[in-house]
């Protein structure tokens, strides 16, 4: 190739670029956009449809992984009760946790909104596994709606009690409001006797590493709305959820720790 020829080849696949800062600012604007003028109930029922489109969630997909972060086996480790226990998990999705620890020996109850995930768990509950699932939002608690057509709806408080819960990978950030947020933890506390684990988004730029994180609370108490919140027993050393915070008074006398 010519020294000429090469400098146009090489010109030209820069100018492309635009392409990109193109797309990008047309994604920017976007954004902007959607958290302008979409409701919650639009941005909560785009999250549910995003969540039903992706194929790692489905459990009858190659790409789903059906094992534990190493945050949530520390969680499980310090404060679940050792099985067998029954545990309530909500924005289950496939069914990662659920079968995880229903092979572990759990009895699991999981409920999530995006009724392609909820029905692939349904389907697929691996034999002898103990899992019963639900189609519900945390916004819909404490009604369970079957998960496949034809199944049973329940009421959350007619079922047995709950030994532990989670509040399943991130989604405690799809609550949009404290008052969601206050009332999914109620909803789920005044049907649990033992530990919450509560997974939530951080704001990256406030943490030196990913944005996940967690927070395991232990203790037998009720769901309240009065201070003190866990806080003064939190371990600390790592970021809230960046909304909300307040909400962790309904996890009144349980002891947390944080962990980014
Ligand atoms: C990151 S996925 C995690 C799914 C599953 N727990 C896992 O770890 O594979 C978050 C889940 O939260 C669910 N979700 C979104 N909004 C929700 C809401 N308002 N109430 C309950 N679950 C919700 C989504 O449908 C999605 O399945």
């Not at 302008?36 to 790409?63: K, M, Q």
């Not at 951080?202 to 919140?229: E, K």
């Amino acid at each position: 190739m010519g020294a000429r020829r090469t400098e146009w080849v090489a010109r030209g696949i820069r100018a492309t670029l635009a392409v990109d800062r193109v797309a990008w600012l047309a994604s920017a604007a976007r954004s902007a956009l959607v958290l302008a003028f979409a409701s919650d109930a639009v941005l909560t029922r785009y999250s549910t449809l995003a969540y039903g489109a992706t194929r790692t969630y489905h459990p009858d997909s190659p790409e789903f992984d059906a094992t534990l972060f190493p945050f949530e086996e520390q969680a499980f480790a310090r404060f679940f009760p050792p099985a067998p226990a029954r545990v309530l998990i909500g924005a289950a999705g496939g069914g990662r946790e659920a079968i995880v620890l229903a092979q572990r020996g759990y009895e699991v109850v999981a409920f999530e909104p995006s009724a392609p995930l909820i029905a692939g768990l349904a389907a697929h509950v691996p034999e002898g596994l103990q899992i019963t699932a639900f189609r519900a939002s945390y916004e819909d608690l404490p009604r369970l709606e079957p998960a496949l057509p034809g199944g049973l709806a329940a009421g959350l408080a007619e079922l047995p009690r709950f030994d532990a819960a989670i509040l399943g990978w991130g989604s405690f950030s799809h609550l949009l409001s404290e008052a969601r947020q206050i009332a999914a933890l109620q909803a789920i506390a005044a049907v649990t006797d033992g530990p919450m684990l509560v997974s939530f988004r951080v704001d990256p730029r406030r943490t030196a590493r990913s944005g996940r994180g967690w927070c395991a609370c232990s203790g037998g108490c009720r769901a309240g709305t009065s201070w003190p919140v866990a806080t003064s027993r939190c371990r600390s050393g790592s970021s809230r959820p960046s909304r909300g915070s307040n909400s962790w008074r309904s996890s009144r006398g349980r002891t947390c720790g944080w962990r980014r």
